[in-house]
């Protein structure tokens, strides 16, 4: 099955920019979905299509898809950006929908 | 407003059964695909399956084909995940979400049932 690698940790100081990446076989040729994960609540869609933001989420919110890795990137970092982060694909498979294994962002 | 809404924790000893529910409003339910999401304690999202409510076309994970059953009742706009047998390694957060129609992304989610499985 398609595997989804994520770096389990990244650190930004305040107003800095973080960049999360997911790595994948070719996921360039894939739509990309990241969610945001705050503790004890339920994940949020925060980019779809590589790039695409829903209603309600910040511009400084963005995304990216080429080659063999998909990046999130979070302009402006607040405090309250603190969060775990998912990636996710739809994979033409017997196990299709897969999520990366997350990463956990510290505002320092 | 698109809301899905879950059924309240539950506290279950291991060999028994449980059925937890997810009611979907604000849309179309017959029209979207329901995923179910594992969250392990510390962990990270695990897909189980999905229902399609308007045929109950359902798909697997390989990971959880015949450890879980879901099923909709679509006159209710409600799915489901049920056990048969619990097991201690059950203990989770369960999450519906709704895939949406154009990049099968989980643009809404439920608030979680979380499943205690303890003798």
């Known amino acids: 099955s398609y595997v989804l690698t994520q770096p389990p940790s990244v650190s930004v100081a305040p107003g800095k920019t973080a960049r999360i990446t997911c790595g994948g076989n070719n996921i360039g040729s894939k739509s990309v979905h990241w969610y945001q994960q705050k503790p004890g609540q339920a994940p949020v869609l925060v980019i779809y299509y590589d790039s695409d933001r829903p209603s309600g989420i910040p511009e400084r919110f963005s995304g990216s898809n080429s080659g063999n890795t998909a990046t999130l990137t979070i302009s402006r970092v607040e405090a309250g950006d603190e969060a775990d982060y998912y990636c996710?694909?739809?994979?033409?498979?017997?196990?299709?929908?897969?999520f990366g294994g997350g990463t956990k962002l510290t505002v320092l | 407003e698109v809301q899905l809404v879950q059924s309240g924790a539950e506290v279950k000893k291991p060999g028994e059964s449980l059925k937890i529910s997810c009611k979907g409003s604000g849309y179309s339910f017959t029209s979207y695909w329901i995923g179910w999401v594992r969250q392990m304690p510390g962990k990270g999202l695990e897909w189980m399956g999905i229902i399609y409510p308007g045929d109950s076309d359902t798909r697997y994970s390989p990971s959880f084909q015949g450890q879980v059953t879901i099923s909709a009742d679509k006159s209710i706009s409600t799915a489901y995940l049920q056990w048969s047998s619990l097991k201690a390694s059950d203990t989770a957060m369960y999450y519906c979400?709704?895939?949406?129609?154009?990049?099968?992304?989980?643009?809404?989610w439920g608030q979680g049932t979380l499943v205690t499985v303890s003798s």
């Open positions: 996710q694909v739809w994979d033409s498979s017997s196990d299709p929908l897969v």
């Open positions: 979400a709704r895939l949406g129609e154009s990049y099968n992304e989980l643009d809404y």
